[in-house]
Structures are given as structure tokens and as C-alpha cells.
């Protein structure tokens, strides 16, 4: 048992630091039922989750069911500094009014994956404002300025002439500090967080805590264009709080090659099922837009149920397979001879009028199903279907 417990947390890992740790306190739970813990740190810079963080909640599940005791580090401290991974300039910073209504909804989701009774939610204000100008002068000695140019982000912008701010070079021994107040045994995060990782070790031992946490990393989920990283502000993203059709439809946008990287990361499949899956694709045995519709009907039934993973497929089949009008659509009333860029914006179906003068240009933009060439064409009074790209509709109500 403690081999296929190891087994499936090496899974999709990137890096392992300490595994013979890991090792030692999975196999001490199965011989004493001795718990340890594991820390995740977010910091609530955004409202929703999306299949990017799920990568670390469902590692974190897993540990909970070999012995792992979840410590969900919600950073409201550190969120008003911002992380500077992987940032070209300092990041602008955020009131705490907007830190604590996202953390609100972060807590809100991370329970469709973890389980509650096995995760302690922590913020790290509860320490961080405590600890003062003495204490966090005293936490700056424990690591040098020459030591931290050597993280590449750094070193970068360092080299660039760009501006580095000094709560920037903080940022990384606050979260590290953080393993220390909570005496994490491990930590897990992406592989863009290695040097903050890192940071708790070192923390762990300069303050004399009896223990390195072991660091666990896993990839960087890459988005629906698979090219950049899931994100929100690329808009290739797929939100864990999305509609059913919206999840399904989005996952079925995927390439066939990027679907296997979303299978071993996201499904709960074995690699054998997986690697099985992968050989009858390639032997013709298995039609790959089936194997990708088994993996939107998965990720739809983990964040909803199996009765809507099927009504969704079954509004996908209906729309793209028959040619025929979702029968779900919003329904909006908009002022008479309305621009059809403000129009799409105000139904709802894109998030900017340039990014749906951009959609017509590409020719993802109809109107009563016939594609739209003119984006500067008005919509004078009566009902128009509005559509954008292959999952996008909305009824709109001119004048």
C-alpha cells in the first residue's frame, strides 16, 4: 500500500526535493497512523479558481488520503505585496478589502476538491502582522542581496535597468516565514515557485525549527492554446465555477496533444488507463475526440455531477453535431442600433469591444448564424441570435 501511495504522489511531479522524507512520514502514517503536514500557499489576487490551481488542490487531496493533514495557506498579507514570479515590473497593490472578498471565494471552491475535515485554512496576517519591524528586520539578515539576484526574475530585470522593489525581495522569506509559524513537513507548489519553496527550508533551519520541509512541485498547466499558462487574463482558461456546458465544450477545444497532458495532470484515471487510452488512440481502436469527450465529461462531473456531465454533451452534440441553437442561451434587451461590438460585450458572450473587433476579423462573430465581416455594423431594432466562435450564444432584444 505504501509503494502505490508513493506511486501516485510522484505522479505528474516536476521535481521532488527530500523524497525519502515523503517516504518516512507516508510510511510511518500506514505503521502508526501518525499524520503529518502538507502546506499550499494562494495568494487571493483573483475571484475564481481554475483548472491551473486544481493541478495543486488534487495533489494536495491525494495526500489527505495517504496520512497528509492540508494546511491551505491563504495569503492575505502577502497579497498586498503581490508575488513577483515571473513579473517584469513590481505589481500594483491590492486593498485588503478586495484580498479578503477573494479569499472568501477561494475558500468557497477549494471544497469541491479537498476535504474539510482534513484541512486546517490558515492566513498568514495571523502571524505576519505580528511580527513587527523588529521581527521582520531580524527575518532580512537570514538572506543576502547577492544571493537574491540569483532568482532568474531578478536577475532579469536587475540586468534590465528595471525597477526591483525592496517588499519584492521580501515577498519570498514572508512566505518562507510562513513555513516556519505552521512547522510545514511539506510544501507544494509550482515549478515557478521553486525559489520560494526553497526559502522555507532554509527558513525552517536558520529558526531552528527541527525539520526541512521536503518541496514538491508540479508543472505549470498550460492554457487551451497550449502555448502560456492557464490564466484568467489570457483568457485560455477553464474556471472551476463555470457552467457545465461551458467546461465541456472548453475542454473539447483542446488539441489531441495538449489532451494528454490534461489527462495525467487533471483525471483521476491511472497512468495504466492512461497509457492504454493513449495506445488505442494511436492503434485506431479509439477515436481521439472520444477519449477528449470522456476527459469534459470527468472534469464537468467532478465540479457539478454525472447527471450534468451528460446534459452537457448532450447540449454540445446538439449544437456542433446537428447544427442546431442552444436552447440555454441568455436573453438580453439593448438600446436601438446598437454597434455589434457594444452589443456582444452587453450580452455577455465577450469580455471587451476590442476583443470582439478582433473575433470579426478572425470571422468568429455571426449573426443569425451568417459571419460577420464589418465591425463597425450596427444592429438596428428586432431580435438577432449572437454567436462567438463554436460555443458562444446569446438572444438579443434590439430597441
Not at 505589481?91 to 475535515?117: G, H, P
Not at 498568514?124 to 537574491?148: D, I
Not at 508543472?219 to 502560456?228: A, N, R, S
Not at 479509439?286 to 469527450?293: D, G, S, T
Request: aromatic fraction near 8%; glycine fraction near 6%; proline fraction near 2%.
Amino acid at each position: 500500500m505504501v509503494e502505490k501511495a508513493l506511486d501516485e504522489i510522484r505522479r505528474g511531479t516536476a521535481e521532488i526535493i527530500d523524497m525519502e522524507r515523503i517516504e518516512a512520514l507516508v510510511k510511518k502514517f500506514y505503521e502508526t497512523g501518525e499524520t503529518y503536514t502538507v502546506k499550499a500557499g494562494f495568494d487571493p489576487t483573483g475571484t475564481d479558481l481554475h483548472l491551473g490551481h486544481t493541478v495543486l488542490l488534487q495533489k494536495l487531496s491525494l495526500f489527505q488520503k495517504h496520512g497528509g493533514r492540508i494546511q491551505l495557506l491563504i495569503g492575505d498579507f502577502t497579497a498586498m505585496i503581490g508575488d513577483p514570479t515571473g513579473k517584469s515590473e513590481t505589481r500594483k497593490v491590492l486593498d485588503r478589502e478586495t484580498i479578503l472578498a477573494n479569499a472568501k471565494t477561494y475558500t468557497d471552491q477549494v471544497f469541491n476538491l479537498l476535504d474539510k475535515e482534513k484541512t486546517d485554512v490558515v492566513f498568514n496576517s495571523q502571524w505576519l502582522e505580528k511580527l513587527g519591524a523588529a521581527g521582520m528586520v531580524t527575518l532580512t539578515t537570514t538572506f543576502n542581496v547577492a544571493r537574491m539576484l540569483e532568482r532568474d526574475d531578478f536577475e532579469k530585470r536587475y540586468k534590465a535597468g528595471q525597477s526591483i522593489s525592496i517588499s519584492e525581495f521580501i515577498y519570498p522569506l514572508l512566505q518562507g516565514y510562513d513555513s516556519v509559524e505552521l512547522k510545514s513537513d511539506i510544501e507544494i507548489g509550482g515549478t515557478d515557485q521553486k525559489f520560494n519553496l526553497l526559502m522555507g527550508r532554509h527558513l525552517q533551519r536558520t529558526y531552528n525549527v527541527g525539520k526541512e520541509q521536503a518541496v514538491l512541485m508540479m508543472p505549470i498547466l498550460e492554457g487551451l492554446d497550449g502555448v502560456q499558462k492557464m490564466s484568467k487574463s489570457l483568457n485560455n482558461y477553464i474556471g472551476i465555477t463555470e457552467a457545465p456546458n461551458d467546461i465541456y465544450a472548453k475542454t473539447l477545444s483542446i488539441s489531441d496533444e495538449l489532451m494528454w497532458r490534461y489527462y495525467e495532470l487533471l483525471s483521476e484515471k491511472s497512468l495504466e488507463e492512461i497509457a492504454q487510452m493513449k495506445a488505442d488512440v494511436a492503434e485506431g481502436k479509439l477515436h481521439p475526440k472520444v477519449a477528449k469527450e470522456n476527459l469534459a465529461m470527468e472534469l464537468v462531473a467532478r465540479f457539478y455531477d454525472e447527471e450534468a456531465a451528460k446534459a452537457a454533451k448532450v447540449a454540445f452534440d446538439q449544437v456542433f453535431k446537428a447544427n442546431k441553437l442552444p436552447d440555454d442561451m441568455p436573453e438580453v434587451e439593448v438600446e436601438a442600433d446598437i454597434w455589434i461590438c457594444k452589443a456582444l460585450v452587453e450580452a455577455g458572450i465577450e469580455p471587451s469591444t476590442s476583443q470582439a473587433r478582433r473575433d470579426i476579423k478572425q470571422g468568429a462573430v455571426r449573426v443569425d448564424q451568417e459571419k460577420v465581416t464589418d465591425e463597425k455594423k450596427n444592429l438596428s431594432s428586432g431580435e438577432y441570435i449572437l454567436q462567438v466562435g463554436k460555443r458562444k450564444f446569446a438572444k438579443v432584444k434590439v430597441g
